[in-house]
C-alpha cells in the first residue's frame, strides 16, 4: 500500500502562483511514477502532468504547459507541482496519484490517490 497526502493548496489571485507537495509513504517511493489531476465541479477528472520514476520524463496536459512545473525529489518521497501563473480555469481540487507509468488514463494507469487539495484561483 501507498499513501499519498497532498498539501499547497489554497487561494490566490489571478497571475498569482501556488507549489503542491504530495508526500507519500508505506512503500518505495521511487517505484512509481507520479502524476498530478485535477477535477472541477460539473467536469470529469483532467490528467495535468506526470513524472516518471528516475525523473527523466515529464508529461504535461496542454493548458498548464509553459505554466506549470512538476518534480520529485525521491529522498523525501515528495512530488511537487509549481503553478505560475495560475488562471481561474485552473480552479479545481488537486489529487496525486501513483502508477507504473506517467499514462493519461486515471481509471487504470494509476494504483493509489491522496486525498486532494483545493486550489482556488479569483479573477
Known amino acids: 500500500q501507498v499513501q499519498l497526502v497532498e498539501s499547497g493548496g489554497g487561494l490566490v489571485q489571478a497571475g498569482g502562483s501556488l507549489r503542491l507537495s504530495c508526500a507519500a509513504s508505506?512503500?518505495?517511493?521511487?517505484?512509481?511514477?507520479m502524476g498530478w489531476f485535477r477535477q472541477a465541479p460539473g467536469k470529469e477528472r483532467e490528467f495535468v502532468a506526470c513524472i516518471s520514476r528516475s525523473g527523466g520524463n515529464t508529461y504535461f496536459e496542454d493548458s498548464v504547459k509553459g505554466r506549470f512545473t512538476i518534480s520529485r525529489d525521491n529522498a523525501k518521497n515528495t512530488v511537487y507541482l509549481e503553478m505560475n501563473p495560475l488562471n481561474p480555469e485552473d480552479t479545481a481540487v488537486y489529487y496525486c496519484?501513483?502508477?507504473?507509468?506517467?499514462?493519461?488514463?486515471?481509471?487504470?494507469?494509476?494504483?493509489?490517490w491522496g486525498q486532494g487539495t483545493q486550489v482556488t484561483v479569483s479573477s
Open positions: 496519484a501513483a502508477g507504473n507509468h506517467c499514462g493519461l488514463a486515471w481509471k487504470s494507469d494509476y494504483d493509489y
Open positions: 508505506g512503500r518505495t517511493f521511487s517505484a512509481y511514477a
